[in-house]
């Protein structure tokens, strides 16, 4: 009788301890969904599929932060890099990730597997140069052609974290940097 | 490591341990609803203290301060993964893109407090290796910006650091501006605060584990 009660809590504890472990990283990242997709940062939500640049006054002045805005995605102390944040679901198609001409500026494009929080793919200077480009998102299973002169990034899920960072050289440079960052642009494949 | 994170992961482990004891070896009357709570709460536990015990293992400590290497890599384990959501709550860039290092305590253990004043000098030549920009940027108490009235949040590359004679910088990290400028200093709150060295596009001898982060360094005595 006691080895039996042993058992049904052994069982539920190792079957737990390996659940809790294997989407720990998971639950990390529904936080941050939830901080783009349902709260926003103070100009309400982010759609889906959609890009949302931190706005150029938060970044100039970070000690207030506007109401309604969650503080997840400004977690941490970052005063090099405009954030534009978006949370993608590739379930109805590709998007194509349109990147301004950065002319020799630092900025990158993380591309993170929101079930495993690793980063499976860049765009950005380091990767890709700091010039104009086209990049095609698919998802898994996607069969088709990938159009001449444009990047392919594969991913491993229907969701992705997409996570674009520009620098900002100084003060004066915010207004020339924000308006870069704004035209990381998101579409449907056409 | 966050002080109090270790305390709460050795108090959940300790509870969980001793749960488990008092199982097997006291008679104590049971029925499959207790089984099944217990152990899920007692697996959650074991869980949050393996992450734990295994980022304390995986994470790099070097004068007071703390990396992990191979963040976001997506050949990492599930155990890593579980490790690196727990050091690095977010989801930061992979190593070849940044490295991250933090400090809460100086190169001897002790923390750091505006109470203070800190020297971080970074020798001739010393400055960290990189392709894009590096930063030390401030972090209060609970990791948020410190109000001050240069409005200076970090010093970089980019904000007018002024080398010594002999070519190295010194950042002065303190709550009251230094005597000599304030070129070189990083305003600290007057509590205990957290350093971040951001380097974007990290040199090989970042990424190979060869760069060293100099200490920060406790100079003189408390702020008047």
């Known amino acids: 009788m006691r080895l039996e009660h042993l058992l049904i809590f052994g069982l539920v504890m190792v079957a737990t301890w390996c659940a809790a472990t294997y989407f720990w990283p998971r639950m990390l990242l529904s936080v941050f969904k939830r901080a783009i997709v349902v709260k ?11 890009l949302y640049t931190q706005s150029a006054a938060l970044f100039a002045d970070p000690l207030n932060l506007p109401a309604g805005t969650s503080k997840v995605a400004s977690a941490g102390v970052n005063r090099d890099t405009l954030l534009t944040l978006g949370w993608l679901d590739l379930s109805k198609g590709p998007l194509v990730l ?27 200077k380091r990767t890709t140069g700091a010039g104009p480009g086209d990049f095609l998102i698919t998802g898994p299973g996607w069969t088709g052609d990938v159009p001449d002169g444009v990047g392919h ?19 004066a440079d915010l207004a020339a940097a924000h308006r870069l960052s704004t035209q990381l642009r998101l579409a449907p494949l056409r | 490591m966050r002080r109090t994170y270790g305390y709460f992961a050795a108090l959940v482990g300790t509870v969980c341990v001793a749960f488990i004891l008092a199982m097997l070896f006291l008679p104590l009357t049971r029925t499959v609803r207790s089984d099944v709570l217990q152990g899920f709460l007692i697996g959650f536990g074991l869980a949050f203290v393996t992450a734990q015990a295994y ?13 992990m290497p191979g963040l976001g890599d997506p050949g990492n384990g ?14 930061v860039n992979t190593p070849e893109e940044a490295v991250y290092w933090w400090a809460n305590t100086d190169a001897t253990g002790r923390e750091l407090t505006g109470r203070n004043r800190y020297v971080l000098r970074f020798p001739p030549g010393g400055l960290p290796p990189n392709n894009a920009f590096w930063s030390l940027t401030m972090g209060d108490a609970r990791n948020r910006f410190v109000p001050n009235p240069l409005r200076r949040y970090s010093v970089s590359d980019r904000s007018g650091l002024v080398p010594g004679p002999d070519g190295s910088v010194e950042v002065f990290i303190r709550a009251t501006p230094p005597e000599g400028g304030t070129s070189n200093w990083l305003p600290a709150p007057s509590g205990k605060f957290i350093l971040w060295l951001r380097v974007y596009e990290p040199g090989p001898e970042i990424l190979s584990g060869h760069y060293v982060v100099p200490p920060v360094a406790r100079a003189g005595g408390p702020t008047p």
Do not use: E
């Not at chain 1, 926003?40 to 959609?50: I, L, R, Y």
């Not at chain 1, 990034?153 to 003060?171: Q, T």
């Open chain 1, 40 to 50: 926003g940062f103070g100009d309400g939500p982010v759609p889906v599929n959609t």
């Open chain 1, 98 to 124: 349109h990147v301004p001409d950065m002319a020799g500026r630092y900025y990158s494009v993380q591309f993170t597997n929101p079930s495993t929080n690793t980063n499976f793919a860049y765009v950005g």
């Open chain 1, 153 to 171: 990034i594969a991913s491993p899920r229907r969701s992705v974290l997409l996570i674009g960072r520009v620098l900002v050289y100084d003060d």
């Open chain 2, 55 to 67: 980022a304390r293992i995986k994470a790099v400590r070097v004068n007071g301060w703390i990396t």
């Open chain 2, 78 to 91: 599930v155990l890593m993964r579980a490790a690196c959501a727990q050091l690095f709550p977010g989801p």
